[in-house]
């Protein structure tokens, strides 16, 4: 089946910094990728959509300029988180879609800011 | 705008129970509904993929029931075994121009016990 790897699968970073989150479509190439939240005991709130050679289009609430998301090949989608706070402590998890309407879930990053 | 609520939300059973986990959506507007499974602090595997002109679908011990008119989807798993035990998600899409969306539920989180 389609797999879809993310990196880091952990991160722990001071406040203030930037992290950067990669998505790759190891065996398909995605036109499209999401990116989504989960805070704890919560379900996964979808963030971004991004399009392979496009700006990405982000939720209602969600701030482009802070969640800043490249799509600049078919295999990759790298997620930065800019100047990261404690509230913007997430399980991040990224899903590609292939030619069918079917999303593969890659398999999430866990981001502590201290 | 599409909201997808899952009762119980949690649920605790001995091992060899059959059991049923229950999805509602308010848009009965959807392409499909997917169930997923998901582990503590792992990405999603999904389970079973119900399209909208579908009524149910069946995969091992699992059944998935869909009533789009209704607005609601059923999980059946019978005979279940503390291997079953995680957080069970299920996700509507809702094809919207230029891609596809999953809006997921809050989740069943499934403990079986020995």
């Known amino acids: 089946g389609a797999v879809v790897s993310q990196h880091p699968s952990w991160v722990i970073c001071k406040s203030g910094t930037s992290v950067k989150i990669e998505c790759r479509s190891l065996?398909?190439?995605?036109?499209?990728m999401f990116w989504y939240r989960q805070f704890p005991k919560q379900s996964l709130m979808l963030m971004a959509t991004?399009?392979?050679?496009?700006?990405?289009?982000?939720e209602q609430g969600v701030e482009k300029d802070k969640f800043l998301i490249n799509h600049a090949s078919l295999t990759l989608s790298t997620l930065t988180v800019t100047s990261a706070h404690p509230e913007d402590s997430s399980f991040y998890i990224c899903?590609?879609?292939?030619?069918?309407?079917?999303?593969?879930f890659g398999p999430g990053t866990r981001l502590t800011v201290l | 705008k599409q909201e997808v609520t899952q009762i119980p939300a949690a649920l605790s059973v001995p091992e060899g129970e059959n059991l049923v986990l229950n999805c509602s959506f308010t848009?009965?507007?959807?392409?499909?509904l997917q169930w997923f499974r998901q582990d503590p602090g792992k990405g999603l595997t999904s389970l079973l993929l119900?399209?909208?002109?579908?009524r149910e679908q069946t995969s091992g011990r699992l059944n998935a029931s869909l009533d789009k008119s209704s607005g609601r989807s059923t999980l059946y798993i019978a005979a279940s075994q503390p291997g079953d035990s995680a957080t069970y998600l299920c996700?509507?899409?809702?094809?919207?121009?230029?891609?596809?969306?999953?809006?997921f539920g809050t989740g069943t989180q499934l403990k079986v016990e020995l």
């Open positions: 119900i399209q909208s002109s579908q």
């Open positions: 065996d398909f190439q995605a036109t499209t």
């Open positions: 848009d009965s507007a959807i392409y499909n």
């Open positions: 991004s399009n392979e050679g496009s700006k990405a289009t982000y």
């Open positions: 899903s590609a879609g292939g030619a069918s309407d079917t999303q593969y």
């Open positions: 996700a509507v899409r809702k094809l919207t121009g230029g891609g596809n969306k999953l809006t």
